[in-house]
């Protein structure tokens, strides 16, 4: 983010607002939900408002600016840098790139020699020397590892100055070198369409409109050519349908000839087979200006708005003479035919028409019907999906709908004005605590920056994989199961171990313990035996260099005897394959049977919820240092010390004691950093020992994505008796969860749906059962939230459903069935200190709900193809562990006598601002300042026994714990203070320590209040308290292609009060936007092998900063406490995730008014993720007919 910004700033120095967010697309950082971010950086546009608002210096004279500054100033206290904006940050001279090298360069490594001739001379003759040798642009390419060890070649063409850029602009185009990279074309387009008529731009035109808002990251197309895009061996290009449709010319060249290719579809068959001879390479590529009359478009639809791989691109155009069509082309990406797919039959029938619905008609048809027909030749017809068959259709409407437009009036319909992300932050800056522990004093309440936001964003914060390696240090790469269940019949490893830098193999015969693990010892360190699921992990390759044990381990051989696999929750339970056979149950109200007898009508259904990857930053990695007397330190990316303390003692055969595992920080967590960093980490710890050196392991994403699993998907069945007022009186469910091939979590996971099924309702009867079902899919574990999320959307979706069928607006329904205060869960809780309705009833008035309503009905009788929806979520989420052990913590405080404060605790800090607001309250009960107060790494060293940091409650228990030490210290110091009141804090700390007084004290701290739930009663009050919230919002769908893009979001949530207000708004923000990216973006998927094909960032799709609501205002609840927790305060962490229901419903709610304008059912099964495949299939309109 920051090097983006930075890169931007050096080529513009006062950057559009649009500019810093294109800059930033491409840049992942789901955790602060981006706002927070771009919200910064807007600050360089020239278009940024002064925080100061009318008090702007720019808006008074020189007598104001003296107490504007100061104002500014005085805003950026509490340890911030004062930044001098004259000085000018020059980028490091020696980084610069030159201008073209006049020398040849040559680098051989030890697989791979890397050439880059300065001529096309000198290229031609290598290529001819080297047939095979790859021909790239960018400075890198892509590292195949597991590639067999041979002699490769590389040549780059990017120091070649007459291959960049223009070669020749003649009267019938545009001739552009081959190197010329993305950037540079399209900046020579800019050129073209300013230099050029009107009617020979047209092209340029549009593919500036058209194809570049939509095209790959700046990051991308800085280094990546033109030519490199089109000749993409992997994936799709959306240059090359472009290309074909406009008629481009490809200049090929080798030693001894030379000869041109017009781009056709033919030259990017299925199988990817290169027109190229082996000698040869592209020199240059030709586009051909416009003609007058002739009209082009082009068209993409992918999972997401922006840097994504295209479901389906298309490429049109249309030439006129006398109103008549004279030629046309239509060329189609994306479907399983190859890069480019024309449609030359369809093309032909329209020459010699009027434009007119009559050719729409009979366009669309022939389509069809010749789409059908090439679909019969495909050896797997499947291949191509129902949606695509409808975007074919639906893009050819678009496209004439926009040339009739331009018929009409001249211009094509504008793609949309680009509208500043902007928010609102909002909290109490007067909160009353009323902690007996804590008063509203000092740094307490107050949003004091992150205490390592200024490492964060200059890089200098040290995570595990970034810490110095020993001299003797060895690199661990694992080999994992690639079949979903199997028994294993051999593991050779004779190949991988001869390779250049391997020290040995570690596997099951090398852990000197128990290889056995789990929470049933249903786990292995190393499996040997038997596979249950990709991903599981047999041995690893130890070796000098990560890159070298990453090669040796792609050679490791592994004969299988496969088993038939179970990987769907339905097959599941055809099988009765559970980890519990008998289901987990909850109840109140009457018996079913009775309950349903007396209501007005009842409904049933069933809804299917995606399970989602984690995506923290850094991926899971550990660092094993083996000590003397058996002891090892172990450094590790875990939330829970205490776990990897388990494994790797239990491992290794040791006591606890000789384990010490050191926490720093975490690039991200989400819950999949609880459990699962034991299954590297601890192989890992069985490497070092096995070595006697020091071993690290660290996974690279894929294999972080196959090998540790996401949240659990989830198939939820209802059946509902409600009233003809709405009122929901019964409600019988029952929840199935995917956890995997190993129990984990899975347990919890589906009593924290149970819990949350009533969401913030008053249901009379219900009953709730759960089972966590084993199939061969990579065990699932804890993600942010669990299954709450699942829960709450099934909730709302089945009043949503009542609403459609009962004619009563949701938010009527919603009311309706609250719970207030008093009301009994269904197991059996009762509800306190209940902030609902302030929450919603804040939410309706900030958002301005009634009224926006109304405007959304309004736009959507306006338009046919483009429909908005807006609706409101409320919350209540339950707050502590569900196990009650877990509900404790331990926390060390030392004063040294030059009275600085260290104190440790077992929290881990994650980025969510644990330590930051643990010495907040530190610093507020010894009365300092928080400059004072450090807080050391967390090692079960000086905290034994921690709890896991989850379940947004870390705050809560380490926080009681570090104010219970305090309080210790206080009452020891007490006495000095009263002796010389007029000291200082040094002072009393020195006389303390004169008079041997210990200014040390262990903290304890177990959350008050809490009863295990009885399942034998269905009675418990397992939550300490709730937190409630609401949200708004507001989203535009494509009732052609399925995109959507969030308006507006309002979101109210009750923190108590906040210790810290600015990083409980940015755990809002980020809970809400992976909420968001759950509901509606990011979908795992599995090929019907159970190997999982979403393994990266390129086929698995989170939320960018592009995605996020165009407007984000948040609030916390003004006037609240929660009386009895530290400092009065909530966790926020979890709660809010589920408010993002508002979105998924919004764009249910716009679907149905697409369905409603068709005639269709206005009721019907919409799953999560809500991807643009689901929407557009949802329509259901005559297009899809055709598919």
């Known amino acids: 983010m920051v090097m983006s910004m930075y890169a931007l700033l050096r080529n513009e120095p006062r950057p559009t607002q649009q500019q810093i967010e294109n800059c930033l697309i491409g840049n992942y950082c789901r955790c602060t939900g981006y706002r927070p971010i771009i919200d910064g950086f807007y600050e360089f546009s020239s278009a940024s408002p002064c925080a100061l608002g009318e008090n702007c210096c720019k808006n008074q004279g020189s007598a104001a600016n003296a107490a504007s500054s100061k104002a500014i100033a005085a805003s950026n206290t509490v340890g911030e840098l004062s930044p001098d904006y004259l000085q000018d940050y020059i980028f490091p001279p020696g980084l610069k790139v030159k201008d073209y090298c006049s020398e040849e360069k040559c680098y051989k490594g030890e697989r791979v020699t890397w050439y880059q001739p300065v001529s096309v001379a000198r290229l031609l003759e290598l290529k001819s020397q080297f047939l095979k040798a790859k021909v790239v642009c960018a400075q890198g390419v892509g590292n195949n590892l597991n590639a067999p060890l041979q002699d490769s070649v590389i040549i780059s063409t990017s120091n070649i100055q007459e291959l960049s850029g223009i070669q020749e602009v003649t009267a019938d185009g545009l001739l552009i070198g081959s190197a010329t990279t993305i950037s540079q074309f399209w900046n020579i387009l800019s050129d073209m369409v300013e230099q050029l008529p009107e009617s020979q731009s047209a092209l340029y035109k549009s593919i500036l409109t058209d194809v570049k808002p939509r095209f790959a990251c700046r990051q991308v197309i800085n280094v990546a050519s033109l030519v490199g895009n089109l000749l993409i061996p992997v994936g799709q290009s959306d240059l090359t349908p472009v290309c074909v449709a406009a008629g481009a010319v490809l200049s090929l060249r080798s030693v001894n000839k030379s000869r041109s290719l017009l781009v056709t579809d033919k030259l990017f068959p299925a199988d990817r087979k290169s027109f190229l001879a082996d000698d040869e390479v592209v020199e240059s590529l030709f586009f051909p200006h416009s003609a007058q009359g002739e009209f082009i478009r082009f068209y993409k639809q992918g999972d997401r708005k922006s840097v994504t791989n295209s479901i389906v691109n298309a490429a049109y155009r249309v030439q006129f003479t006398d109103s008549k069509v004279s030629a046309m082309n239509i060329v189609y990406g994306g479907l399983p035919f190859g890069m480019a797919k024309a449609f030359p039959q369809t093309s032909q029938s329209l020459i010699g028409r009027e434009w007119n619905e009559k050719l729409l008609e009979e366009g669309v048809a022939s389509l069809t019907a010749e789409l059908n027909s090439a679909t019969s030749d495909l050896k797997s017809p499947d291949s191509l999906t129902s949606y695509q068959k409808t975007l074919v259709t639906s893009l050819f409407y678009k496209f004439y709908s926009d040339v009739a437009e331009k018929l009409s009036t001249g211009k094509f319909p504008e793609v949309g004005q680009y509208t500043a992300i902007k928010g609102k932050q909002l909290y109490d800056d007067s909160p009353v605590a009323t902690s007996s522990e804590v008063s509203a004093a000092s ?21 595990v994989d970034d810490m110095p390696p020993y001299a003797d240090e060895l690199h661990m790469a694992v080999v994992y199961s690639e079949v979903a269940h199997a028994k294993i019949v051999s593991i050779d490893t004779s190949e991988a171990i001869n390779v250049l830098g391997v020290r040995g193999y570690v596997s099951a015969e090398d852990v000197p313990g128990s290889n056995v693990c789990g929470l049933i010892g249903e ?26 044990a990453q090669i040796a381990a792609g050679l490791v051989k592994v004969e299988y005897e496969k088993l038939p696999p179970i990987l769907t929750i339905k097959d599941a339970i055809s099988a009765k394959s559970f980890f519990n056979p008998q289901p987990m149950m909850l109840w109140k109200g009457k018996d079913m049977a009775e309950a349903f007898s007396g209501v007005d009508m009842v409904m049933e259904g069933e809804m299917e919820i995606g399970g989602q990857e984690h995506f923290y930053m850094e991926p899971q990695v550990t660092r094993c240092v083996p000590k003397e007397n058996g002891e090892i330190d172990v450094f590790s990316s ?84 409600y009233n003809k007022d709405g009122r929901i009186k019964t409600l019988d469910a029952e929840i199935y969860t995917d956890a995997g091939c190993t129990l984990d979590l899975a347990i919890c996971i589906v009593q924290k749906a149970m819990y949350h099924l009533e969401n913030c309702y008053s249901i009379e009867n219900m009953r709730v059962r759960g089972w966590a079902c084993k199939t061969n899919h990579p065990s699932n574990t804890a993600c942010r939230g669990l299954a709450a999320p699942h829960a709450v959307l099934v909730i709302e979706n089945i009043l949503e459903e009542v609403s459609v069928k009962l004619n009563i607006p949701r938010h009527v329904i919603q009311q309706l069935n609250f719970c207030r205060e008093g009301h009994t869960t269904v197991y059996g809780q009762v509800v306190s200190n209940c902030t609902l309705e302030r929450c919603y009833n804040q939410v309706v008035s900030d958002s301005d709900f009634v009224n926006r309503q109304q ?21 209540m989420y339950g707050i502590a562990f569900d196990t009650l052990l877990l509900n404790q913590a331990t926390s060390l405080v030392h004063i040294y006598v030059d009275g600085s404060v260290l104190i440790t605790h077992g929290g881990t800090e994650m980025g969510q601002g644990i330590h930051t607001k643990l010495i907040q309250l530190a610093s507020n009960s010894l009365g300092i300042s928080i400059d004072k107060v450090h807080l050391q790494d967390v090692s079960t060293v000086t905290v034994p026994n921690s709890t896991v940091t989850a379940a947004s409650v870390n705050t809560d228990i380490n926080g009681g714990a570090v104010l219970n030490a305090c309080k210790k210290l206080n009452k020891r110091l007490e006495v000095f203070k009263q002796k010389m009141p007029n000291a200082s804090w040094e002072e009393w700390v020195t006389s303390a320590y004169v008079e041997r007084v210990s200014l040390s004290a262990q903290g304890f701290y177990s959350t008050p209040g809490l009863v295990p739930i009885d399942w034998s009663t269905s009675k418990g009050s397992p939550y300490q308290y709730y937190v409630f919230g609401a949200a708004v919002s507001e989203v535009e769908i494509d009732c052609l292609t399925g995109h959507h893009q ?64 165009r407007e984000f205002n948040v609030s916390l609840l003004k006037n609240s406490s929660n009386p009895g927790n530290v400092a009065s305060s909530k966790g926020v962490g979890e709660a809010p995730l589920p408010l993002a229901v508002s979105i998924f419903m919004a764009i249910k709610s716009a679907v149905r008014s697409a369905r409603k304008a068709s005639g269709k059912d206005e009721s019907f099964t919409f799953s999560s993720p809500c991807t643009p495949e689901r929407i557009r299939m949802s329509c259901a309109d005559q297009f899809i007919a055709t598919a």
Not at 443 to 463: I, M, N, Q, W
Not at 527 to 534: D, G, L, R
Not at 535 to 547: K, R, S
Not at 1068 to 1087: K, P, R, V
């Open 443 to 463: 740094h307490c309440f107050k949003p004091v920056p992150h205490r390592s936001a200024d490492l964060h964003v200059t890089g200098e914060a040290t995570y």
């Open 523 to 548: 786990e292995r360190v190393f499996y040997n035996e038997k596979v249950e699921s990709v991903g599981q992990i047999l041995g690893g390759i130890v070796a000098d260099t990560l890159q070298h």
């Open 638 to 721: 875990t939330q829970s010390p205490k776990f990897m303390q388990d494994g790797v003692g239990k491992a290794l055969g040791i006591p606890f004691s000789k384990t010490n595992i050191n926490v720093k920080r975490l690039g991200g967590g989400f819950g999949g950093k609880s459990r699962k960093p034991m299954l590297s980490g601890v192989p890992a710890a069985v490497a070092a020992n096995k070595f006697r050196v020091p071993v690290r392991c660290t996974l690279e994403r894929k294999e972080d994505m196959v090998v540790t699993g996401g949240r659990d998907p989830a198939l939820i069945k209802y059946k509902v008796g």
């Open 855 to 875: 405007a959304v009905k309004q736009f959507n009788l306006n338009n046919k193809w483009r429909k908005r929806g807006i609706e409101l979520t409320p919350i």
């Open 1046 to 1109: 969030v308006l507006r979001t309002d979101v109210v949530v009750d923190a108590g009060v906040s210790i810290n207000p600015a990083i409980d708004i940015g755990q809002i923000e980020g809970a809400f936007i992976q909420g968001y990216g759950l509901y509606c973006l990011e979908e795992l998927q599995f090929d019907e092998s159970g190997v999982m094909t979403t393994v990266g960032p390129a086929t698995y799709k989170i939320p960018l900063v592009d995605n996020i609501p």
